[in-house]
């Protein structure tokens, strides 16, 4: 059977204790500061992270506004742009059209000044014919009075007859 001696007990439960001691001065100090610095690393670490975290979401945030203001300003240049597109085209429109317009207008004048003159001319081309030829005719028979009236009588005749061309 096992015998206990007590003062070996005693002695080894004394010298475990001290043993125990000088580690526990020793080496556990240094282990549980050892930890206590790693534990306050960590921590560190982690708010660290997550302030980053925090700057990352916060940055994300405003990249994802500047791009939607960016987007707005490019939609509105857009737009602005056809606006100012449109505008130019409509006022190129009316430019265009009142230029039509103006030598349409232009052009009929020329043309009924052109008509004026032709029927002046084709008047007094066809009176001096007319003389022309009456004189001819009745040469030493008709005086100058006959002459006036047969004459005044043409021009009436052929303002009746252009009047009813136009």
Same mark, same amino acid.
């Given at each position: 059977?096992?015998?206990?001696?007590?003062?070996?007990?005693?002695?080894?439960?004394?010298?475990?204790?001290?043993?125990?001691?000088?580690?526990?001065?020793?080496?556990?100090?240094?282990?549980?500061?050892?930890?206590?610095?790693?534990?306050?690393?960590?921590?560190?670490?982690?708010?660290?992270?997550?302030?980053?975290?925090?700057?990352?979401?916060?940055?994300?945030?405003?990249?994802?506004?500047?791009?939607?203001?960016?987007?707005?300003?490019?939609?509105?240049?857009?737009?602005?742009? *056809? =606006?100012?597109?449109? /505008?130019?085209? $409509? !006022? +190129?429109? #009316?430019?265009?059209?009142?230029?039509?317009?103006?030598?349409?207008?232009?052009?009929?004048?020329?043309?009924?000044?052109?008509?004026?003159?032709?029927?002046?001319?084709?008047?007094?081309?066809?009176?001096?014919?007319?003389?022309?030829?009456?004189?001819?005719?009745?040469?030493?028979?008709?005086? *100058? =009075?006959?002459?006036? /009236?047969?004459? $005044? !009588? +043409?021009? #009436?005749?052929?303002?009746?007859?252009?009047?009813?061309?136009?």
């Amino acid at each position: 059977m096992i015998e206990i001696n007590l003062g070996v007990l005693l002695v080894q439960v004394v010298t475990f204790l001290i043993g125990v001691g000088i580690l526990w001065k020793i080496a556990w100090g240094p282990v549980t500061r050892l930890l206590r610095e790693r534990r306050e690393h960590i921590q560190r670490d982690l708010q660290t992270a997550e302030r980053a975290k925090q700057d990352m979401e916060r940055l994300k945030a405003d990249y994802e506004q500047q791009l939607a203001q960016i987007e707005a300003k490019a939609k509105e240049l857009f737009a602005q742009a *056809q =606006r100012e597109g449109q /505008q130019a085209r $409509e !006022g +190129l429109l #009316r430019a265009t059209q009142e230029e039509a317009r103006r030598l349409t207008e232009k052009t009929r004048r020329q043309l009924e000044e052109e008509k004026s003159r032709l029927i002046k001319e084709l008047r007094t081309e066809v009176a001096n014919l007319s003389i022309l030829a009456t004189e001819k005719l009745v040469r030493q028979t008709i005086d *100058q =009075r006959v002459q006036t /009236q047969f004459v $005044e !009588g +043409l021009f #009436r005749d052929l303002d009746k007859y252009s009047k009813e061309i136009h």
